[in-house]
């Protein structure tokens, strides 16, 4: 057994979590982790991110009386709540502010999905959001480009591209310092399954007319002709065009096919999960606000900061021991 404070199981006034489940969300997620993963500030906040996304996922949908927090505000909890964190607590805004940079700077891969006449391609629209993007993530740790697209458009499209991906046929972009790379599957079938193996991440599932992602430019944050709000989607088109152009479609256009697009799954939020519909995409009556992307920059103490892991090392050794 480690050496976290242990406490009554009985959650907290305000719907806070009882320090019982704290304590296990930092054994679990931070202390019995491989020792490389506890060497840089940048290692641990994902590993908070880890439960932070349990934390949403499994102990509040078991309880509705648990409080749902965005993740600087767990972030705050668990550094609070868990004795190894605790030192670091005066830090976490720049902690915050430093891992918010850091991840902006990690490579993304995934997927541009177009179906057999090359006319439509596979969105996804974010849980809380109401932007669409291609189904795309960033990498792990000595993750392969290719690895991480087929591995995250099968985790918020629940489709299997391994057999698809062409490790050559891709576009890639800079933004900022992020490099992003979407491998071309095309020719896959519009009947296709498509439904995410996560929980709470991707809300709706669509196929789109590429005449309608269309933007009057080609900023990251635009709109499609349509007024559909796209993420990461006007910078592509160009070089995607140009892709069709050079590799005729297996299949000609349909005259039938939607005019709009097509959902072909979405959530709906209920205490029983996430089911599908078919439905045909229409514009919002209710207004949402636009993404807002920030310019991260670091935190002014947290430059040099790095965590001391002896103490945390030594709780892992104690917890193993017991």
């Known amino acids: 057994m480690s050496s976290l404070h242990r406490s009554s199981s009985a959650p907290l006034k305000n719907g806070l979590p009882p320090q019982e489940l704290l304590d296990d969300l930092?054994?679990?997620?931070?202390?019995?982790?491989?020792?490389?993963?506890?060497?840089?500030?940048?290692?641990?906040?994902?590993l908070v991110e880890y439960a932070h996304w349990f934390y949403e996922d499994n102990s509040v949908e078991k309880n509705p009386s648990l409080k749902s927090f965005n993740l600087k505000e767990f972030?705050?909890?668990?550094?609070?709540?868990?004795?190894?964190?605790?030192?670091?607590?005066?830090?976490?805004?720049?902690?915050?502010?430093?891992?918010?940079?850091?991840?902006?700077?990690?490579?993304?891969?995934?997927?541009i999905i177009l179906d057999e006449t090359y006319e439509r391609c596979v969105l996804v629209k974010g849980w809380k959001g109401s932007s669409w993007s291609f189904p795309r993530g960033k990498k792990n740790k000595d993750e392969e480009d290719h690895t991480c697209a087929i591995r995250e458009v099968l985790e918020e499209t629940g489709f299997d591209?391994?057999?698809?991906?062409?490790?050559?046929?891709?576009?890639?972009?800079?933004?900022?310092?992020?490099?992003?790379?979407?491998?071309?599957?095309?020719?896959?079938?519009?009947d296709t399954a498509f439904a995410p193996l996560t929980k709470k991440?991707?809300?709706?599932?669509?196929?789109h007319r590429l005449d309608d992602l269309q933007a009057a430019s080609g900023d990251v944050i635009s709109r499609g002709i349509t007024g559909l709000k796209l993420y990461m989607v006007a910078p592509f088109m160009a070089s995607l065009r140009a892709w069709i152009s050079a590799h005729p479609p297996l299949m000609a256009p349909r005259p039938e096919m939607p005019l709009k697009g097509v959902s072909v799954w979405k959530a709906k939020n209920s205490s029983t999960g996430s089911s599908s519909t078919?439905?045909?995409?229409?514009?919002?009556?209710?207004?949402?606000?636009?993404?807002?992307?920030?310019?991260?920059?670091?935190?002014?103490?947290?430059?040099?900061?790095?965590?001391?892991?002896?103490?945390?090392?030594?709780?892992?050794?104690?917890?193993?021991?017991?």
């Open 161 to 190: 591209v391994s057999n698809l991906l062409n490790k050559d046929e891709f576009i890639e972009l800079i933004f900022g310092q992020q490099r992003v790379r979407l491998y071309i599957i095309a020719g896959v079938k519009d």
């Open 26 to 46: 930092c054994s679990r997620f931070v202390l019995n982790v491989p020792k490389e993963d506890l060497q840089s500030f940048e290692r641990i906040l994902f």
């Open 201 to 207: 991440e991707i809300s709706e599932i669509a196929w």
């Open 278 to 322: 078919m439905i045909t995409e229409s514009q919002s009556s209710k207004p949402e606000p636009d993404v807002v992307v920030l310019d991260v920059g670091p935190g002014k103490s947290f430059r040099s900061f790095r965590f001391d892991t002896a103490p945390i090392l030594q709780a892992m050794e104690a917890g193993f021991s017991a």
């Open 75 to 111: 972030t705050s909890l668990l550094f609070n709540s868990c004795d190894v964190l605790k030192p670091y607590v005066a830090h976490i805004d720049d902690i915050f502010k430093d891992f918010t940079s850091y991840k902006v700077r990690v490579p993304v891969t995934g997927a």
